[in-house]
């Protein structure tokens, strides 16, 4: 990771100034799960709209650990061939800071029979826990055993067996390892209280086009009669816009942006979030793939309450750049992380910063607002909240630092570059000899 490089941000002082248009590209939680579906396939996979970001190079290496070919090109392509894979252990080294890692088990304990992981790493956003995993692979015939740190996944007889898993919290990484698992298994896999989220869906629409069938996509009940090992035979699998990357630059247009367009979108992905803003006073304008906010004059935005949920939910994900606007809302506004424990860390950052923060417990705050962010030297926690910091940096008074970059760096690609075209000043700035990598133009 990265993490010896920081940002400098310029702050707006609350003046709407970003103008022009910036691209959404391919949604992390959606490319990684696909790079692991490809160990399902008896040929070549080809990934478009993948995003130049660390999380994807992370799991690269990890199927490349594991024996596969993995070929990016320079437009946003990846090729993976799996046909030679036959390694079934999941490198502790990479794992331990990924958490999608997770993921890679469904397809290598159907296709080998075993499978050998360490506790998945990710952000550390709370207790992350994998009991759903471990319950959902004894339900289909394997034996878990941990030792030395690595948990011990053995298929009877070497194949699993269809089976009826209930989960007893909606995860999404739970839904689509065992959705995954259950294309190679032997009989028919009932998944029941699943995800519902987009990235899901597309990963299984393209699965059955390759050969699976799988009913109840989008449903809390999934079910796949598995099967032999699936064939691309040259179908491309195209990565959806990342909603999360979408919705994060929503939220900056509607506090520092005069006329800004949000293209390559999934607006229809965005529902809660747009609603949201919109009752909080925001003016968008919804395209078919484009989200626009334009900014005449100061618009107020009201103070509202903030509730994560799974999807069709406001999404985790936002829950820290959503905080960063209701610094800037008038009247009180409660926010609620109802999926994990450990996610507003960020909202001590933002007091710092001049905000009126009132942290109640582990899940809820209360933001009283508006208040003018001041300029701060901040430390990103994991990859949402620093782009919060980036927003909150953007919004305030004077220059913000932003350190662990590598965090961002996880899940958002060439984000200095992105804002800068928007009219930001931001730079990157390599801690070791103090080298300038980006500069904005002057505003
Ligand atoms: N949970 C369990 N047991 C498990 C697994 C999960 O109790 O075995 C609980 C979690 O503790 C949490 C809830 O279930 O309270 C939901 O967590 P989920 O499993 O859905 O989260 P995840 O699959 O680990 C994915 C995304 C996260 C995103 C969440 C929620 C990936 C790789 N990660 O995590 O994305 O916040 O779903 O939408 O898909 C990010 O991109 O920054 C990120 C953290």
Same mark, same amino acid.
């Given at each position: 990771?990265?993490?010896?490089?920081?940002?400098?941000?310029?702050?707006?002082?609350?003046?709407?100034?970003?103008?022009?248009?910036?691209?959404?590209?391919?949604?992390?939680?959606?490319?990684?799960?696909?790079?692991?579906?490809?160990?399902?396939?008896?040929?070549?996979?080809?990934?478009?709209?993948?995003?130049?970001?660390?999380?994807?190079?992370?799991?690269?290496?990890?199927?490349?650990?594991?024996?596969?070919?993995?070929?990016?090109?320079?437009?946003?392509?990846?090729?993976?061939?799996?046909?030679?894979?036959?390694?079934?252990?999941?490198?502790?080294?990479?794992?331990?800071?990924?958490?999608?890692?997770?993921?890679?088990?469904?397809?290598?304990?159907?296709?080998?029979?075993?499978?050998?992981?360490?506790?998945?790493?990710?952000?550390?956003?709370?207790?992350?826990?994998?009991?759903?995993?471990?319950?959902?692979?004894?339900?289909?015939?394997?034996?878990?055993?941990?030792?030395?740190?690595?948990?011990?996944?053995?298929?009877?007889?070497?194949?699993?067996?269809?089976?009826?898993?209930?989960?007893?919290?909606?995860?999404?990484?739970?839904?689509?390892?065992?959705?995954?698992?259950?294309?190679?298994?032997?009989?028919?896999?009932?998944?029941?209280?699943?995800?519902?989220?987009?990235?899901?869906?597309?990963?299984?629409?393209?699965?059955?086009?390759?050969?699976?069938?799988?009913?109840?996509?989008?449903?809390?009940?999934?079910?796949?009669?598995?099967?032999?090992?699936?064939?691309?035979?040259?179908?491309?699998?195209?990565?959806?816009?990342?909603?999360?990357?979408?919705?994060?630059?929503?939220?900056?247009?509607?506090?520092?942006?005069?006329?800004?367009?949000?293209?390559?979108?999934?607006?229809?992905?965005?529902?809660?979030?747009?609603?949201?803003?919109?009752? +909080?006073?925001?003016? /968008? &304008?919804? $395209?078919? %793939?484009? #989200?626009?906010?334009?900014?005449?004059?100061? =618009?107020? !935005?009201? @103070?509202?309450?903030?509730?994560?949920?799974?999807?069709?939910?406001?999404?985790?994900?936002?829950?820290?750049?959503?905080?960063?606007?209701?610094?800037?809302?008038?009247?009180?506004?409660?926010?609620?992380?109802?999926?994990?424990?450990?996610?507003?860390?960020?909202?001590?950052?933002?007091?710092?910063?001049?905000?009126?923060?009132?942290?109640?417990? +582990?899940?809820?705050? /209360? &933001?009283? $607002?508006? %208040?003018? #962010?001041?300029?701060?030297?901040?430390?990103? =926690?994991? !990859?949402? @909240?620093?782009?919060?910091?980036?927003?909150?940096?953007?919004?305030?008074?004077?220059?913000?630092?932003?350190?662990?970059?590598?965090?961002?760096?996880?899940?958002?690609?060439?984000?200095?570059?992105?804002?800068?075209?928007?009219?930001?000043?931001?730079?990157?700035?390599?801690?070791?000899?103090?080298?300038?990598?980006?500069?904005?133009?002057?505003?």
């Amino acid at each position: 990771m990265k993490t010896e490089e920081r940002l400098e941000i310029e702050g707006l002082r609350g003046r709407r100034f970003l103008a022009g248009t910036v691209k959404v590209g391919g949604a992390k939680n959606a490319v990684l799960k696909m790079m692991s579906a490809t160990i399902l396939f008896a040929d070549r996979v080809k990934m478009t709209n993948v995003p130049e970001i660390e999380d994807v190079r992370r799991t690269a290496e990890l199927l490349v650990d594991l024996g596969a070919e993995v070929s990016f090109s320079g437009d946003h392509t990846c090729d993976i061939d799996t046909t030679n894979l036959t390694k079934t252990v999941i490198t502790p080294e990479i794992s331990k800071k990924l958490r999608a890692s997770i993921v890679l088990t469904g397809p290598l304990l159907a296709r080998f029979g075993r499978v050998s992981f360490p506790h998945p790493g990710g952000c550390v956003i709370g207790r992350r826990p994998i009991d759903l995993f471990l319950a959902g692979f004894e339900a289909l015939g394997a034996n878990v055993t941990l030792k030395n740190d690595l948990y011990e996944i053995k298929a009877k007889n070497g194949q699993l067996i269809g089976a009826e898993i209930f989960f007893k919290n909606q995860s999404v990484t739970a839904t689509e390892t065992f959705l995954l698992a259950g294309v190679l298994a032997k009989g028919k896999t009932v998944l029941k209280n699943c995800a519902l989220e987009p990235e899901i869906i597309s990963l299984g629409e393209y699965l059955k086009k390759c050969g699976a069938k799988i009913s109840g996509l989008g449903t809390t009940t999934i079910e796949i009669e598995g099967g032999a090992r699936l064939h691309a035979k040259g179908k491309i699998y195209h990565t959806i816009p990342d909603r999360i990357e979408a919705g994060s630059f929503l939220i900056l247009a509607t506090l520092a942006g005069k006329d800004v367009t949000i293209a390559d979108c999934e607006p229809k992905h965005l529902t809660a979030v747009i609603d949201f803003l919109r009752e +909080a006073g925001a003016e /968008i &304008i919804v $395209g078919q %793939n484009f #989200l626009r906010v334009i900014n005449r004059k100061k =618009p107020k !935005l009201i @103070a509202s309450d903030l509730k994560t949920h799974e999807y069709p939910g406001f999404p985790t994900d936002l829950q820290a750049p959503m905080s960063v606007f209701l610094t800037q809302a008038v009247g009180q506004s409660f926010i609620f992380e109802t999926i994990f424990e450990g996610r507003l860390g960020h909202l001590e950052s933002l007091e710092q910063m001049g905000a009126k923060v009132k942290l109640l417990d +582990a899940h809820r705050a /209360i &933001i009283n $607002g508006p %208040n003018e #962010l001041h300029s701060r030297e901040l430390f990103s =926690p994991d !990859l949402r @909240a620093g782009l919060a910091y980036i927003i909150a940096g953007l919004v305030a008074k004077g220059r913000t630092t932003v350190h662990n970059v590598g965090y961002i760096d996880r899940g958002y690609e060439n984000i200095e570059g992105k804002l800068t075209a928007l009219g930001a000043k931001i730079k990157r700035i390599h801690l070791e000899n103090e080298t300038i990598c980006h500069f904005s133009s002057e505003n």
